[in-house]
């Protein structure tokens, strides 16, 4: 699928604007209804015959002024502490795989990193999670298959503590059948890591895929509404012509995009540039 910008050149270059094509064309593109409008608003107002180009600059500006400025590296812990990242979202937008990059990230720019596998409805994540630690040589706490979460979270805080390790992330959950259930889940994970430091946990990211458009709206809005997010982590950015949803989730629910994923291996995970995002990615 052509990225946005693409997708604008490629029907309006030699043709005038039609104003329907164009608003199914932003909306397509997952900036959302009321950004579309806006949009059309601000090009209409000019009162001269529009190029392509000239709605490719209005669609830059306005997304620049949506997602700028970028948002600040996460800073690391004092001395004696440990910084707790709970990393949730639906299972298939690459939750696992995303927490592992992260960790991994975090590692090679000189932190300490100790994994938590509570995603423990699903074997095959403890599993995944293992064999992305072993490979990245972070260390990993556990539980059985279906243990309790909340009790994985709280053995892995306390070797943080221990160890002194400057980061924990914390791998959740995303079965989606028992949605209520889901969110009572990671809320109580959250009081248990706040028994050992009130301010726990220090992040929250919801994982969702690039891919899914409003899904992903959709989805960061319930996470954000049980739990307050921090940032949004997007996967599949890889040429999915479906980079618009960062605009959505930002402009809807003030959510900071912090990473991106743009591929399988590990070092396709980066922190999130606007600019880059703007000029290379829509």
């Not at 990230?105 to 095959?124: E, M, P, Q, Y």
């Not at 040589?137 to 070797?159: L, Q």
């Amino acid at each position: 699928m052509p990225r946005l910008f693409t997708s604008i050149i490629d029907k309006f270059s030699r043709q005038e604007i039609d104003w329907d094509e164009l608003e199914e064309t932003l909306i397509a593109g997952d900036l959302g209804v009321h950004l579309t409008q806006e949009i059309i608003d601000i090009l209409q107002s000019k009162g001269r015959k529009l190029q392509a180009e000239d709605v490719v600059e209005v669609c830059r500006e306005e997304i620049r002024n949506i997602l700028e400025p970028a948002p600040e590296p996460i800073p690391p812990p004092f001395p004696g502490q440990t910084k707790i990242i709970l990393v949730v979202g639906v299972n298939g937008t690459g939750k696992t795989t995303s927490t592992a990059k992260l960790a991994n990230f975090l590692k090679n720019r000189g932190n300490s990193v100790l994994l938590a596998a509570a995603d423990t409805f699903r074997a095959a994540a403890i599993e995944q999670l293992t064999v992305w630690a072993d490979r990245i040589g972070i260390p990993i706490v556990k539980g059985a298959y279906e243990s309790d979460p909340s009790a994985v979270c709280y053995d892995a805080h306390e070797r943080a503590l221990k160890e002194g390790t400057q980061f924990l992330i914390c791998d959740t959950a995303g079965r989606l059948h028992t949605r209520h259930n889901l969110m009572e889940e990671l809320k109580k994970i959250g009081r248990t890591l706040g028994k050992k430091d009130e301010s726990a946990p220090h992040e929250t990211f919801v994982v969702v895929d690039a891919t899914t458009g409003s899904n992903a709206l959709n989805q960061a809005r319930e996470f954000h509404q049980a739990l307050g997010l921090t940032g949004l982590i997007v996967t599949k950015l890889d040429g999915s012509g479906k980079g618009g949803v960062v605009v959505g989730i930002h402009r809807e629910l003030g959510i900071p995009t912090r990473y991106i994923g743009t591929g399988e291996k590990l070092e396709d995970f980066s922190a999130f540039d606007p600019t880059e995002f703007v000029e290379q990615i829509l």
